[in-house]
């Protein structure tokens, strides 16, 4: 009679070790960087194209209205403030939802489209509190003037509690601030999340 036998005596070889996967979730710090890098890249793009557009309409006012030349000192101003809202708010925002992507509510390859849209608007509403902190910090420091007598006008804007109603203006302004950057923050979440899920793809060809 003829077939295969298999011999209890000879035992399988043990299967080879598969080759460690790519990370495919933002609680790893690289992902979760990338991710922020691409949002505050996007942010400070969007808002250089405000700033240009700006400029360019007052400087046909300008000349509509007999100016005859672009505002110098005004332009200087849009770009100065320009700068400081980068440093002061957007690379806070930005901050804010690397924090929640890797510490608070990590996003992975595997969740569905509806986690992904929930984590990503927990992150900016991480984001829109940081970036609040950070311009109430901003502006806290920028009150404690030192010049005046020490104990006369040193700190005006401390002393006359201009600091505690900024301070409420600041939380009133969390809400607003999420909801206007909810669009670009989940956009980018889940161009990281489908970024994540074509890994393992690219790894293996």
């Known amino acids: 009679m003829s077939g295969t036998t298999s011999d209890p005596s000879v035992k399988p070889a043990p299967p080879k070790p598969h080759p460690p996967k ?23 793009a969007l808002n250089i194209a ?31 403030a320009f ?13 804010g939802v690397f924090l929640s992507l890797k510490f608070i509510s990590p996003v992975s390859s595997q969740l569905s489209i509806a986690a992904v849209l929930l984590r ?8 829109a509190v940081l970036a609040q902190i950070a ?23 401390v002393i006359s509690g201009q600091q505690g109603l900024d301070f409420f203006y ?20 889940i161009l990281g999340w489908l970024w994540m899920r074509r890994v393992p793809l690219k790894s293996a060809n």
């Open 170 to 189: 600041r939380l009133s302004s969390v809400l607003p601030t999420a909801l206007h950057n909810a669009p670009t923050v989940v956009l980018v979440v």
């Open 83 to 95: 700068v400081g809202s980068v440093f002061n708010f957007w690379i806070p925002l930005a901050a």
């Open 120 to 127: 990503g608007l927990l992150a900016t509403a991480v984001g």
């Open 22 to 44: 790519p990370s495919t979730t933002t609680a790893n710090w690289r992902t979760a960087l990338l991710i922020a890098a691409v949002l505050a890249a996007l942010l400070i």
């Open 135 to 157: 311009v109430l910090i901003t502006t806290f420091l920028g009150g404690l003037s030192l010049t005046g007598p020490i104990f006369g006008a040193t700190f005006p804007q």
């Open 50 to 80: 405000d700033v240009v557009v700006t400029i360019v309409n007052d400087s046909f006012y300008q000349f509509e209205s007999g100016g005859g030349s672009l505002d110098l000192s005004l332009a200087s101003s849009y770009l100065s």
